[in-house]
């Protein structure tokens, strides 16, 4: 859930807490880059709140949000840009608070500065994958019968194949894409062994 606001969280601090956050949720990939350091702006800073359906206890005109700023973003991703789709985002808002005053003997309850910073993630996204040996010297020993004997079914493309997104293994393996001749199966096969690694 988004406080609305950055509220006191600068982007280095936000930057830090997200660093943090990563490395105690998967970790940090070793060859990770950061890519992409900015902020959500606020569409209108006076009235932080309008247009959210959540509750928000925010900053008003007088504490306004850090820079008019309601989250930062930061993106990593391979270093080598090996396999473009992978990245570790992550979204830092303030989900902290004014000062709550209990004058429970005068029946007087009430918010009031300081405000209390805490960083918050508002979203944690990963795709990160490794690489398997690479491509070498090949020979397609035990395709599908079907294509093996199907003529009409080139390669249609190379790429990296990876398990289900539901899978724990995380490795990709360089491979090549064919068809069948009616275009209604995929077969992929690893350029690493020649084998037959799915199909769809």
Same mark, same amino acid.
């Given at each position: 859930?988004?406080?609305?606001?950055?509220? =006191?969280?600068?982007?280095?601090?936000?930057?830090?807490? =997200?660093?943090?956050? &990563?490395?105690? $949720?998967?970790?940090?990939?070793? @060859?990770?880059?950061?890519?992409?350091?900015?902020?959500?702006?606020?569409? $209108?800073?006076? &009235?932080?709140?309008?247009? #959210?359906?959540?509750?928000? &206890? =925010?900053?008003?005109?007088?504490?306004?949000? #850090?820079?008019?700023?309601?989250?930062?973003?930061?993106?990593?991703?391979? +270093?080598?840009? *090996?396999? @473009?789709?992978?990245? *570790?985002?992550?979204?830092?808002? @303030?989900?902290?608070?004014?000062?709550? #005053?209990?004058?429970?003997?005068?029946?007087?309850?009430?918010?009031?500065?300081?405000?209390?910073?805490?960083?918050?993630?508002?979203?944690?996204?990963?795709?990160?994958?490794?690489?398997?040996?690479?491509?070498?010297?090949?020979?397609?020993?035990?395709? +599908?019968?079907?294509?093996?004997?199907?003529?009409?079914?080139?390669?249609?493309?190379?790429?990296?194949?990876?398990?289900?997104? +539901?899978?724990?293994?995380?490795? =990709?393996?360089?491979?090549?894409?064919?068809?069948?001749?009616?275009?209604?199966?995929?077969?992929?096969?690893?350029?690493?062994?020649?084998?037959?690694?799915?199909?769809?």
């Amino acid at each position: 859930m988004s406080s609305g606001t950055a509220g =006191a969280v600068s982007e280095s601090q936000a930057l830090q807490y =997200a660093e943090t956050w &990563v490395g105690n $949720n998967g970790g940090m990939p070793s @060859d990770a880059v950061l890519s992409h350091a900015g902020q959500i702006s606020n569409p $209108n800073p006076s &009235v932080i709140t309008t247009g #959210y359906s959540y509750a928000v &206890v =925010a900053p008003t005109s007088s504490f306004p949000a #850090y820079n008019n700023t309601r989250a930062w973003v930061f993106i990593w991703r391979h +270093a080598n840009s *090996i396999i @473009d789709g992978d990245k *570790i985002e992550v979204m830092v808002d @303030d989900a902290g608070s004014w000062t709550f #005053y209990n004058y429970s003997s005068l029946g007087i309850f009430y918010y009031y500065t300081p405000w209390v910073s805490s960083p918050s993630v508002r979203l944690y996204s990963r795709l990160w994958r490794t690489l398997a040996a690479p491509v070498g010297t090949v020979s397609m020993v035990s395709l +599908a019968t079907t294509l093996a004997s199907d003529r009409s079914a080139p390669a249609t493309t190379t790429g990296y194949c990876a398990p289900d997104m +539901a899978s724990t293994s995380t490795t =990709a393996v360089p491979c090549q894409q064919y068809t069948s001749g009616s275009g209604l199966m995929w077969y992929y096969v690893s350029l690493v062994t020649g084998e037959p690694i799915g199909t769809h």
